[in-house]
């Protein structure tokens, strides 16, 4: 798997070392309240969705990202199970626009590598920062459930997107 550069942020592969960073993230109540499980309570919660990632890695079956940011591991973006997107920054980064940046370019490479047709993404309805972004990406609303993730013990329901591959168009002449 490549590393991809964009203006801002390098997107790379995972690595033992991200296990400590990702933890500071995981373990962040700010930064986890939309995320599907509650904050991670141990450093050993993160190495095992770490080792995952890892294990996914050396299968080949992988297209998800850790972000660097200014020689910082800021985050994660890309598809934890194709074609689903995903994304988690650290809160001391919102609102920069690393996380449109990093999905973008997560994007491209499921598009142009993975060889994806259609990206799909399962969002919280009330994290109305990622419905933004995604949104902003062309995403388009496909759906809606109620109680697909009892996280903590409170269920919480679900905004389906998706945003198809892009055609190149031939210009009129």
């Known amino acids: 798997m490549k590393s991809i550069r964009t203006e801002r942020l390098l997107l790379r592969p995972v690595r033992t070392e991200d296990i400590e960073p990702m933890f500071e993230i995981m373990s962040d ?4 309240r939309y995320w599907s499980t509650p904050p991670h309570e141990s450093v050993e919660q993160t190495a ?3 080792g995952t ?6 299968a080949g079956e992988y297209g998800d990202f850790m972000l660097e940011f200014e020689g ?3 985050g994660n973006a890309g598809f934890w199970k194709a074609p689903e997107i995903g994304y988690i920054l650290h809160p001391d980064v919102w609102g920069r626009g690393l996380g449109r940046e990093a999905v973008s370019a997560a994007l ?3 598009f142009e590598d993975m060889g994806l047709s259609v ?12 419905l933004a972004l995604l949104e902003g990406l062309g ?3 496909t759906g809606f459930a109620e109680r697909t993730f009892n996280v903590g013990g409170s269920w919480v329901d679900s905004v389906y997107l998706s945003l198809e591959r892009p055609h190149l168009h031939p210009q009129a002449s």
Do not use: H, K, Q
């Not at 109540?29 to 986890?32: I, L, S």
């Not at 990206?119 to 990622?130: G, M």
């Open 29 to 32: 109540p700010e930064a986890m």
């Open 119 to 130: 990206v799909t993404a399962d969002v919280d309805p009330r994290n109305l920062a990622s």
């Open 48 to 50: 095992v969705w770490i």
């Open 108 to 110: 491209a490479y499921g």
């Open 72 to 74: 910082r591991m800021i």
């Open 139 to 141: 995403f388009a609303r």
């Open 53 to 58: 990632m890892l294990s996914a890695l050396e």
